[in-house]
Nanobody, 113 residues
Framework: QVQLVESGGGLVQPGGSLRLSCVAS???????MAWYRQAPGKQRDMVAL???????NYADSVKGRFTISRDNAKNTVYLEMNNLKPEDTAVYYC????????WGQGTQVTVSS
């Protein structure tokens, strides 16, 4: 069992920035890591994915604004979010995948003036 704990969410004005962190209870060296988000009444969608080898995928809506990174030594994955928009408002979930997959509990991001 892998526990994932997110932090860094909050309220930010449009155009602002946030950095989310996800700390895993185990070494993430062999895990694909990702961030998903879910807005009220909508499905949970992938935002950014980083494979074990370091290559990445991003949702079209966040390309050029969000950056996923990982620090395997700290068992941590990050999501740097810039130029935030109201439509980025959602609960953001950390995700880890190897033979099975695991979810964090989520952190709320609200973009509003």
């Amino acid at each position: 069992q892998v526990q994932l704990v997110e932090s860094g969410g909050g309220l930010v004005q449009p155009g602002g920035s946030l950095r989310l962190s996800c700390v895993a209870s185990t070494n993430i060296f062999t895990y694909d890591m990702a961030w998903y988000r879910q807005a009220p009444g909508k499905q949970r969608d992938m935002v950014a994915l980083m494979y074990v080898r370091g290559n990445t995928n991003y949702a079209d809506s966040v390309k050029g604004r969000f950056t996923i990174s990982r620090d395997n030594a700290k068992n941590t994955v990050y999501l740097e979010m810039n130029n935030l928009k109201p439509e980025d408002t959602a609960v953001y979930y950390c995700y880890a995948r190897r033979a099975y997959y695991y979810w964090g509990q989520g952190t709320q991001v609200t973009v509003s003036s």
